[in-house]
């Protein structure tokens, strides 16, 4: 069970119902608990209550069900961000949302020929980079192409990152385990980008040859004590959207 998080009145209520929504507590087509209960959980009024509820229904997560009820909706356009992808796999050990499964999961050595990754990351550009990548996919229609851009001295400690295939655990556990370096992260921060041609194949998307389709991209800086040691880029299908910000 979350825990009661922190903020406003109505976004107290509407955070801890979207957090039961995205670890599967609730789930499509379930219902919410009562205003009433809500309303007792928070010594929160009707109105603050009404005002989560509609939140949520904007946010497209839910919806007003003849005969029951406010119900969990399918979502079939929404996506997990990567902080709370993360936040699931240390609360659950299930980094899914209800829905969402991974594939294509690959890893390689690489040149990085990206300025701004190279920056993050404490890099020259062009130097060797751990590529790993996978696609997210939503009731079985890719929605997300994950790239985690690892400093090459993280192999040292961990050289299973350069292993194909899904993880049977976190790389950052393994690499605290074996270093007792703890990693930690900066805030997420969301940004738009033209997709390069072979993310485009990744999330299935049909565009003419040379195409300039722009796309949201999450990123996530991951540091420990010697500097940043990852730096974690979800690029969403166009026509996606996510709603799990993080709380202050």
Wanted: some cysteine; glycine content about 8%; proline content about 8%.
């Amino acid at each position: 069970m979350p825990k009661t998080p922190r903020g406003t009145p109505h976004t107290q209520i509407a955070d801890y119902l979207r957090e039961l929504i995205q670890d599967g507590a609730l789930s499509p087509g379930q219902e919410l608990p009562s205003m009433r209960e809500m309303g007792d959980r928070f010594s929160a009024s009707p109105g603050t209550v009404n005002k989560a509820f509609q939140l949520l229904k904007t946010e497209g997560l839910t919806y007003a069900k003849q005969g029951v009820g406010t119900v969990v909706a399918e979502r079939p356009r929404v996506a997990a961000t990567g902080a709370a992808r993360l936040k699931r796999l240390q609360q659950t050990g299930n980094p899914f949302a209800p829905g969402e499964t991974s594939a294509d999961h690959r890893a390689r050595l690489v040149s990085c020929a990206d300025a701004d990754v190279a920056e993050n990351l404490g890099i020259e550009l062009h130097d060797e980079i751990v590529l790993r990548t996978r696609t997210y996919l939503r009731n079985g229609k890719p929605a997300v192409v994950a790239l985690s851009c690892i400093h090459p001295r993280a192999s040292i400690s961990v050289p299973e990152i350069l292993e194909p295939g899904p993880s049977e655990r976190f790389w950052q556990e393994l690499y605290t385990e074996r270093t007792g370096k703890e990693i930690t992260r900066s805030p997420e921060r969301r940004t738009a980008r033209l997709a390069a041609t072979n993310e485009l194949e990744l999330l299935g998307v049909q565009a003419p040859p040379n195409a300039a389709v722009p796309v949201l991209v999450l990123i996530n800086v991951f540091h420990d004590e010697d500097g940043p040691i990852e730096v974690w880029e979800d690029v969403y299908t166009p026509g996606y959207w996510q709603v799990e910000g993080e709380r202050p």
